[in-house]
């Protein structure tokens, strides 16, 4: 399972780091992405990371802003959110997913709120 931590209210232009701990899977195999989902809207892909290369994929939209991790030993990934503004407002979900055979983890959602 993924367990995720962190969220809440933030100003706008602020930071925030949301953590995801994961268990029950060797996490070290599985890609892990982060999502959001807005009032009203369809859960969108925001940021990923490839296994192999570490390389990171991310919506433009956070493009600079957004930047995500993570520590095997610790079975964590994180978001760290910087300069956030309120269209970031959402929920939000890590994700983990194993490209051998699709098998996929999801966190609870993390609320973020940026507002003033």
């Known amino acids: 399972q993924l367990v995720q931590s962190g969220g809440g209210l933030v100003q706008p232009g602020g930071s925030l780091r949301l953590s995801c701990l994961a268990s029950?899977?060797?996490?070290?195999?599985?890609?892990v992405s982060w999502f959001r989902q807005a009032p009203g809207m369809e859960r969108e892909f925001v940021i990923g990371?490839?296994?192999?290369?570490?390389?990171?994929h991310y919506t433009d939209s956070v493009s600079g802003r957004f930047t995500i991790s993570r520590d095997d030993a610790k079975t964590t990934a994180y978001l760290d959110m910087n300069n956030v503004k309120p269209e970031d407002t959402a929920v939000y979900y890590c994700?983990?997913?194993?490209?051998?055979?699709?098998?996929?983890?999801w966190g609870q959602g993390s609320q973020v709120t940026v507002s003033s």
């Open positions: 029950g899977f060797t996490f070290s195999s599985y890609v």
């Open positions: 994700q983990a997913r194993n490209l051998n055979d699709g098998g996929q983890y």
């Open positions: 990371m490839d296994l192999s290369t570490r390389n990171t």
